[in-house]
């Protein structure tokens, strides 16, 4: 399944990939055979279940009639979440160059108007803090920005997609390197919006700023 803001990284083929995430997999798979295991004893053993929530009393004689039910529902749920984990979530970005993993560090959509995306995103390019920050967050709207930290590579991608109609439309993803890197990396989700105080940038004051 594709977020909106991992569109750019979609348009950067020769930058980055999407590739099946071995942990993932494993932990996916293990998730649908507990659920297979809980479901087959849980539909085998309902009468079983039954039988002994009868003997609930007090407060919980109320869940009697859940008890088996129940069991045999949260297996069958956990069979499907874990089929879903592991077609559609299964997944992580890379670096072709090196294969290291890209960590997403902030996911928002953005209280700006879709003429005005790519200003938002050469303000990221030039990669300094006091330029870019604070970010005009919003819950929803036609505008959405993904960063991206390759810790390994000391390496950061900015992307931002505009609506299109049903669909979204990658910008340019903009890489960040050096001190860039460096400022990006050092803030956390929170400092993006409206809480990026004077403090926090200034706090990244830097002369040799490079991207």
Same mark, same amino acid.
């Given at each position: ?47 079983? &279940? ?12 109320? &869940? ?68 870019? &920050? ?14 991206? &930290? ?62």
């Amino acid at each position: 399944m594709t977020e909106p803001q991992e569109q750019p990284l979609h348009a950067a083929p020769n930058e980055v990939r999407r590739v099946r995430s071995r942990q993932q997999v494993v932990a996916a798979a293990v998730t649908v055979g507990i659920g297979v295991i809980a479901s087959v004893l849980s539909v085998a053993l309902y009468e079983t &279940l039954v039988e002994l929530s009868s003997d609930l009393e007090g407060r919980r004689s109320g &869940l009697r009639g859940f008890v088996a039910p129940g069991a045999v529902f949260l297996s069958a749920a956990a069979v499907v979440g874990g089929l879903v984990w592991l077609f559609a979530w299964s997944y992580r970005w890379e670096r072709i160059e090196t294969g290291a993993p890209l960590t997403q560090q902030a996911s928002s959509y953005l209280a700006v108007p879709a003429r005005e995306a790519m200003a938002v995103l050469d303000r990221f390019r030039i990669g300094d803090p006091r330029v870019y &920050l604070p970010v005009p967050t919003a819950k929803n709207g036609d505008v959405v920005l993904g960063v991206w &930290l390759v810790r390994d590579d000391a390496v950061a991608y900015v992307g931002i997609a505009v609506r299109s109609g049903r669909d979204w439309q990658a910008l340019p993803l903009v890489t960040l390197r050096d001190n860039a890197y460096v400022a990006l990396s050092r803030l956390t989700i929170d400092q993006y919006g409206s809480r990026a105080g004077q403090t926090v940038v200034n706090g990244f004051l830097d002369p040799f700023l490079r991207n």
